[in-house]
């Protein structure tokens, strides 16, 4: 049930990159996690896109500079060990390289934050769950 915010400047990604994007990030994060993909699963993985106009900005406390791309991701706790932290880096800095246009080899300018949410800090439908929870597929269960 991984939350991802992407930002970035505004026209860094098409619509059709950034629809691509969207669905790489799901099944990346959601392999790592080992969360299944049953339709209703799927589902839960929730990613917002939010552009930035130019000038809106600061690096070094002045606008403009570097166009960096931040991705925070939202995991319940025990989602991701170290391994699977470090294989997220990587393949994310990968699309999000590939799908913003960047030449191959070249320094993708992308942060990424993990943060690893205590299942008492997540309400989820009025509830709290587990990430124990979410790797059992629920037969069909129509997706959110």
């Known amino acids: 049930?991984?939350?991802?915010?992407?930002?970035?400047?505004?026209?860094?990604?098409?619509?059709?990159a950034r629809d691509a994007l969207g669905e790489e990030l799901t099944v990346i994060v959601r392999e790592l996690?080992?969360?299944?993909?049953?339709?209703?699963?799927?589902?839960?993985t929730w990613i917002?896109?939010?552009?930035?106009p130019p000038g809106h900005v600061y690096h070094g406390g002045r606008p403009g500079g570097t166009e960096v791309i931040a991705v925070e991701?939202?995991?319940?706790?025990g989602g991701l060990d170290e391994d699977g932290k470090r294989a997220l880096y990587q393949r994310y800095t990968e699309r999000v390289g590939e799908h913003a246009g960047l030449p191959q080899g070249a320094?993708?300018?992308?942060?990424?934050?993990?943060?690893e949410v205590a299942p008492i800090d997540w309400g989820v439908f009025g509830r709290t769950?587990?990430?124990?929870?979410?790797?059992?597929?629920r037969p069909g269960e129509p997706p959110i």
């Open 1 to 16: 049930m991984p939350l991802i915010h992407v930002y970035s400047p505004a026209g860094t990604f098409s619509d059709a």
């Open 33 to 44: 996690e080992r969360l299944p993909m049953a339709p209703y699963n799927r589902s839960t």
């Open 48 to 52: 917002y896109f939010h552009e930035v």
């Open 73 to 77: 991701v939202n995991f319940f706790e």
């Open 107 to 115: 320094r993708v300018p992308v942060y990424i934050v993990l943060r």
């Open 129 to 137: 769950t587990r990430i124990e929870e979410l790797r059992v597929p």
